[in-house]
């Protein structure tokens, strides 16, 4: 299984190196992984236990992550909220396979990853971690195509199936008809999907959306949402979004809230919003059927 994760601001220049851990290594990858077979059982797909992160600081001891413990089940969407300084990025990180914890195990899918090395970190990446981007970190001088298809070119697809699979992505978010655009003829909210498209080339299990919308407009921020949860819907797959934002964590249906390191409140709503509970009044919202047609549909319908 992979994982897709949004991170928040990466140079664009590390980009290439960032989505090669993502890509996803067999080629003949099956659409359906393992876990999504097996994503009704009862067994967490992450699972942190008393999780630390700590940091001396001269004389100061800062408790970044201060006695985690959270179980995240595969098919779930997850917020992970709180203000600035709260710890979201520091577990983000952790759950991200990028830093392990001081103290405490993290659980992958069975694995305990929380004392691993660089290298094993790599490997875990490789196989389970993928990226999209608050500053979407299009490679500039690549049009959309050739940004999308990059995950599976250092997972080694084959050229006719890389093509086939970045456009069949681009006409989900609605670009396939721009696919010789470079992101710098796109608007920002056109920028994420493209985004988007590329994170979720390799089917992730999990999408981990560090403030994706951050960036955008209302407008562009219904969309992105939306397509964030039609791609997850579509394929069974796990996302955790991290934000400061109450409006974009009302999206998911297991609210964990944060504040100075530690858990303070765990929510379970009944229903998600998104795709098929749109957050907008009135204003037409782009909606995507997997692989098919486009088409507009009215908020208020």
Not at 47 to 65: E, F
Not at 159 to 170: A, P, Q, V
Not at 268 to 285: A, Q, W
Request: with cysteine.
């Amino acid at each position: 299984m992979a994982v897709c994760l949004v991170a928040a601001e990466c140079p664009a220049e590390v980009l290439a190196a960032v989505v090669c851990l993502a890509a996803v290594a067999p080629a003949d990858r099956e659409v359906v992984s393992k876990m999504k077979q097996t994503q009704t059982g009862t067994q967490p797909l992450i699972s942190l236990q008393n999780i630390y992160k700590i940091y001396q600081m001269g004389d100061m001891v800062v408790r970044a992550n201060d006695g985690i413990s959270l179980d995240i089940y595969p098919g779930e969407f997850v917020s992970i909220v709180g203000k600035s300084g709260s710890g979201k990025s520091t577990i983000m990180n952790i759950i991200g396979a990028l830093d392990v914890p001081t103290e405490g195990k993290y659980i992958l899918n069975g694995e305990d990853v929380s004392e691993m090395k660089d290298d094993s970190l790599a490997e875990i990446r490789n196989k389970t971690i993928g990226f999209v981007f608050q500053q979407y970190n299009l490679l500039p001088k690549q049009n959309l195509l050739e940004n999308v298809e990059l995950p599976l070119v250092y997972a080694g697809v084959g050229k006719k199936e890389r093509t086939e699979r970045s456009l069949e992505s681009l006409e989900r978010v609605g670009l396939r008809d721009k696919w010789r655009y470079m992101p710098q003829q796109l608007s920002g909210g056109q920028q994420q999907r493209v985004g988007i498209a590329r994170a979720f080339i390799s089917r992730p299990d999990i999408v981990f959306a560090d403030e994706p919308t951050g960036n955008l407009d209302s407008k562009a921020t219904f969309q992105v949402m939306d397509m964030i949860c039609s791609f997850a819907r579509d394929f069974h797959q796990t996302v955790i979004l991290v934000s400061h934002d109450p409006e974009m964590a009302s999206y998911a249906h297991h609210i964990v809230t944060l504040l100075d390191g530690g858990i303070i409140r765990e929510q379970h709503m009944e229903k998600e919003r998104g795709l098929y509970e749109s957050n907008t009044i009135s204003d037409p919202v782009l909606f995507v059927e997997p692989f098919r047609r486009l088409h507009y549909r009215n908020a208020g319908n």
